[in-house]
């Protein structure tokens, strides 16, 4: 059964970066694409971003679009999002989970089709 576990969380300055990983183990990490989401307190939680099984086609929520860029390494099990320009609005805990699609090159950014959700990690922007 697939595992995630993010990393990479943290306080940091409005207009700074950081980068989140989203580690997989398991036999099955290539069967699935990745996604990235977020939930701040008294809010849904959010789609950020997503990237296909074969590592194509990233797809990007408004809000990030342009800050935020995922990357994904099947030969380490690793999905990686770089924040950039990062605002206070982007506080909130941060979670990778997967998604089981037909097509290969294929995901999409609303979280109620995805599993095996990670535990989360904080992400903290403020002065």
């Known amino acids: 059964q697939l595992q995630l576990v993010e990393s990479g969380g943290g306080l940091v300055q409005p207009g700074g970066s950081l980068t989140l990983s989203c580690a997989g183990s398991?036999?099955?990490?290539?069967?699935?694409?990745i996604g990235w989401f977020r939930q701040a307190p008294g809010k849904e939680r959010e789609g950020v971003s997503c990237i296909s099984r074969t590592g194509t086609n990233p797809r990007y929520g408004d809000a990030v679009k342009g800050r935020f860029t995922i990357s994904r390494d099947n030969t380490n099990n690793t999905v990686i999002l770089k924040m950039d320009s990062l605002k206070p609005e982007d506080t909130a805990i941060y979670y990778c989970?997967?998604?089981?699609?037909?097509?290969?090159?294929?995901?999409?950014?609303?979280?109620?089709?995805?599993?095996?959700w990670g535990q989360g990690t904080q992400v903290t922007v403020s002065s």
């Open positions: 989970a997967a998604q089981s699609l037909f097509v290969q090159t294929m995901c999409t950014i609303p979280p109620k089709s995805y599993g095996f």
């Open positions: 398991g036999p099955t990490w290539d069967n699935y694409a």
